[in-house]
T-cell receptor
Framework: DAGVIQSPRHEVTEMGQEVTLRCKPI?????LFWYRQTMMRGLELLIY????????DSGMPEDRFSAKMPNASFSTLKIQPSEPRDSAVYFC??????????????FGPGTRLTVL | LAKTTQPISMDSYEGQEVNITCSHN???????ITWYQQFPSQGPRFIIQ???TKVTNEVASLFIPADRKSSTLSLPRVSLSDTAVYYC??????????????FGTGTKLQVIP
């Protein structure tokens, strides 16, 4: 398996523009997570999907952020309009929910977003 | 969610054993303890998970005392390539009906030649 795939790897945009980040989870995994990482705030969970359904979006910073998972093999995180404070590395992770313990999350390589 | 506390940074010489301790005083009965490793410019990677006593795999050992209020990740004979940030997480896959974990600030391990 190729692991979790994220695109683009780097994105530079101007304030006010729409940004769409993409993620392909590992085949067979039924849980998908979007995280954001900055030096100031560390690694923050934005939203969690289970079986394509958003379960917890309490980490989504504000209405400018939205995430979708139309099927088991694809998810998007959209920021509209983007702001300089959204600059961060965005990670997508997937896992197979099993009984007992914290299911191992497999992280993608991340998308480094810079909003000018 | 149980909160975790771990040192912000540690230095170690190559070839030494490194022990990173994590405090989780409010750990719940169903909670497991998991450690992740993150290299610069990469996503975190699972290292080890345990519930009690000792767990060992090819990468590390995890020691959990009987009260489970803390845990220690042990890395034997570290090399320069072990320089990374190490995160301690506590949670349960069925907490609140789904898996939710929180990555704390982590411990930045610097291995010195």
């Amino acid at each position: 398996d190729a692991g979790v795939i994220q695109s683009p790897r780097h994105e530079v945009t101007e304030m006010g523009q729409e940004v769409t980040l993409r993620c392909k989870p590992i085949s067979g995994h039924n849980s998908l997570f979007w995280y954001r990482q900055t030096m100031m705030r560390g690694l923050e969970l934005l939203i969690y999907f289970n079986n394509n359904v958003p379960i917890d979006d309490s980490g989504m910073p504000e209405d400018r952020f939205s995430a979708k998972m139309p099927n088991a093999s694809f998810s998007t995180l959209k920021i509209q309009p983007s702001e300089p404070r959204d600059s961060a590395v965005y990670f997508c992770a997937s896992s197979q929910r099993l009984a007992g313990g914290i299911n191992e999350q497999f992280f993608g390589p991340g998308t480094r977003l810079t909003v000018l | 969610l149980a909160k975790t506390t771990q040192p912000i940074s540690m230095d170690s010489y190559e070839g030494q054993e490194v022990n990173i301790t994590c405090s989780h005083n409010n750990i719940a009965t169903n909670d497991y303890i998991t450690w992740y490793q993150q290299f610069p410019s990469q996503g975190p990677r699972f290292i080890i998970q345990g519930y009690k006593t000792k767990v060992t795999n090819e990468v590390a050992s995890l020691f959990i005392p009987a009260d489970r209020k803390s845990s220690t990740l042990s890395l034997p004979r570290v090399s320069l390539s072990d320089t990374a940030v190490y995160y301690c997480l506590v949670g349960d896959s069925y907490s609140g009906g789904y898996q939710k974990v929180t990555f704390g600030t982590g411990t930045k391990l610097q291995v010195i030649p």
